[in-house]
């Protein structure tokens, strides 16, 4: 297993880490929030790229029509 070129012991000590610091009643509200804020950023990176898709193609429908 390997997220962002971490490795399980690595993640483990994180999550240890993480455990001390934030204690185990704060961890749970701090994944739900950090999930929150990945899925918000994949659905923003879903429209700039459909955005991006639909622009392309009505600049390529342009260029059929000049030529």
């Given at each position: 297993?390997?997220?962002?070129?971490?490795?399980?012991?690595?993640?483990?000590?994180?999550?240890?880490?993480a455990?001390?610091?934030?204690?185990?009643?704060?961890?749970?509200?701090?994944?739900?929030?950090?999930?929150?804020?990945?899925?918000?950023?994949?659905?923003?990176?879903?429209?700039?790229e459909e955005?991006?898709?639909?622009?392309?193609?009505?600049?390529?429908a342009?260029?059929?029509?000049?030529?």
């Amino acid at each position: 297993m390997n997220i962002f070129g971490m490795g399980l012991p690595e993640l483990g000590v994180i999550a240890i880490v993480a455990l001390l610091i934030f204690g185990p009643r704060k961890l749970p509200e701090i994944g739900r929030s950090l999930g929150k804020t990945v899925k918000s950023f994949q659905q923003a990176a879903r429209e700039f790229e459909e955005e991006f898709k639909r622009e392309a193609s009505a600049l390529e429908a342009g260029e059929d029509k000049n030529s």
